[in-house]
């Protein structure tokens, strides 16, 4: 089994309508670590050495958040800055994290054909999201395909709520009996609900 824990980080969980769900469904997977990063750290005062004793002890790290200004909400940056030091995460003996996962579970209101060179936002959500992918592979971890809701917004009334949160716990049991194949994963730029990586069985 992989050691999978999940960083949620949502500054108006209250007002949440996607990860609000997304979150209560990864608390209740069994055999993964869930993280609250605001409620643990209302003030940002990451506290760095559990910070890193936790990714010591986990294959997979995931970071669930909504899109904010084409980045992640503020505390997963300050997380960044203050937990993935030099010596631990990069450069001489920085070696801690070598060969483990990250992955991200995004939403964003814009609509997936925005996210296109000609669409609105001019470029695809895994442009958005290099500086993540460079940092993992700076600190020599795999990064995979981004799990992606887009459209976030109008979700609840299309109906996209539920089969996302069904699918995000699909993807979390999957990664934890060691059913997701990384490798296809790392193929795509980015994964749905509707098409997922997970074998099935053995
Ligand atoms: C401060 C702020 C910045 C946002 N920036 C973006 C953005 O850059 N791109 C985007 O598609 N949506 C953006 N959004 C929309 C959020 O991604 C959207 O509200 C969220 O995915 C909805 O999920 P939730 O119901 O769980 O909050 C932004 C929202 C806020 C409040």
């Known amino acids: 089994m992989a050691r999978l824990i999940v960083y949620y980080a949502h500054p108006g969980h209250k007002h949440s309508h996607v990860n609000r769900h997304m979150a209560r469904a990864a608390a ?4 993964i670590t869930f993280v609250d990063l ?3 750290y209302p003030r940002l005062d990451i506290d760095i050495v ?7 002890e986990h294959d997979v790290i995931l970071f669930e ?3 904010f200004w084409y980045s992640t909400p503020s505390i997963i940056k300050e997380w960044e800055d203050l ?3 030099h010596g631990f995460a990069y450069g001489a003996d920085g070696d801690k994290l070598a060969g483990k996962q990250m992955l991200l579970a995004v939403t964003a209101a814009g609509p997936e054909d925005a996210y296109t060179q000609k669409g609105y936002q001019h470029y695809p959500i895994r442009t958005f ?14 990064f ?9 917004l109008t979700a609840p009334v299309t109906g996209f709520v539920e089969p996302h949160v069904a699918g995000y716990v699909r993807l979390l049991e999957a990664i934890r009996d060691d059913r997701y194949d990384f490798e296809a994963a790392s193929t795509i730029d980015v994964v749905g609900f509707d098409s997922l990586p997970v074998r099935t069985g053995y």
């Open 28 to 31: 209740g997977v069994e055999g």
């Open 129 to 142: 999201l290099t500086p993540l992918e460079q940092t993992a592979r700076l600190c020599k971890m795999h």
């Open 38 to 40: 605001y409620r643990d």
């Open 144 to 152: 995979t395909a981004p799990y992606v809701l887009y459209s976030s």
């Open 65 to 67: 958040f909504p899109m």
């Open 83 to 85: 937990v993935l030091e």
């Open 50 to 56: 559990v910070e890193q004793t936790r990714l010591l």
